[in-house]
């Protein structure tokens, strides 16, 4: 049995890559390139925003490699559990919350909860609960599950190496890459205290950018 490090890299994922790099660099280059952070609330919003896109990069590179897709969506759930808590820092969490949060509390809800809380408050239609199925795959992915071990084997020819079907790829570059988008609304919204992606022009041009690419 031989082991081998490399896959193929199709022009279906390098097409996701693409139009995710493009929604990447639009964000970076609209977001405020001047912030002033000075509440708490702001201090862990702009870390957690910083951490996503960093892991959302990190997934596209991995990805555009071809040898390292494992890694690429163990990095899936970090994401979005570091979207979501910037969501739910921004729209529910109380004074008390974000203070014991500054001194390295853990005050954060379970996932769950706390997207049931955002999509409470925020309202739209569903889009934050919908992560709750899949959690448990997230976590596979994240934590050495099924998901990750059943896609170590080239069964047909004998060999060890990543076997990850296009559309798991596809998947998690167009669900990453939303996250990254919707935070990066709710950034400009803090930066500028604009509680309406509408109201803020940066958020707007944001979300009307991301509504082709997706």
């Given at each position: 049995m031989a082991t081998l490090e490399t896959s193929l890299v199709t022009e279906t994922v390098l097409n996701g890559i693409r139009r995710a790099e493009g929604m990447r660099n639009f964000i970076l280059q609209t977001i405020p390139d001047k912030i002033i952070v000075d509440t708490e609330e702001k201090v862990l919003i702009v870390a957690l925003f910083s951490l996503v896109l960093e892991h959302h990069g990190a997934v596209l590179h991995l990805l555009k490699a071809g040898r390292f897709d494992g890694s690429a969506l163990a990095l899936v759930r970090p994401l979005i559990e570091a979207s979501y808590r910037g969501h739910w820092i921004y729209c529910c969490a109380t004074p008390e919350a974000i203070k014991q949060i500054?001194?390295?509390?853990?005050?954060?809800?379970?996932?769950?909860?706390?997207?049931?809380?955002?999509?409470?408050?925020?309202?739209?239609?569903?889009?934050?609960?919908?992560?709750?199925?899949?959690l448990r795959t997230l976590h596979g992915y994240t934590h050495g599950g099924m998901e990750q071990l059943a896609r170590r084997y080239d069964a047909p020819l004998g060999n060890v190496r990543p076997t990850y079907p296009d559309e798991i790829?596809?998947?998690?570059?167009?669900?990453?890459?939303?996250?990254?988008?919707?935070?990066?609304?709710?950034?400009c919204q803090l930066i500028s205290q604009e509680k309406s992606a509408g109201a803020d022009p940066l958020a707007k041009a944001i979300s009307e950018f991301y509504l082709p690419v997706a």
């Open positions: 500054s001194v390295g509390k853990d005050a954060y809800p379970k996932l769950p909860r706390m997207a049931s809380d955002v999509e409470k408050k925020l309202g739209t239609g569903g889009y934050f609960a919908a992560i709750v199925p899949h790829k596809a998947e998690n570059i167009r669900v990453t890459t939303a996250h990254l988008t919707a935070l990066a609304i709710a950034y």
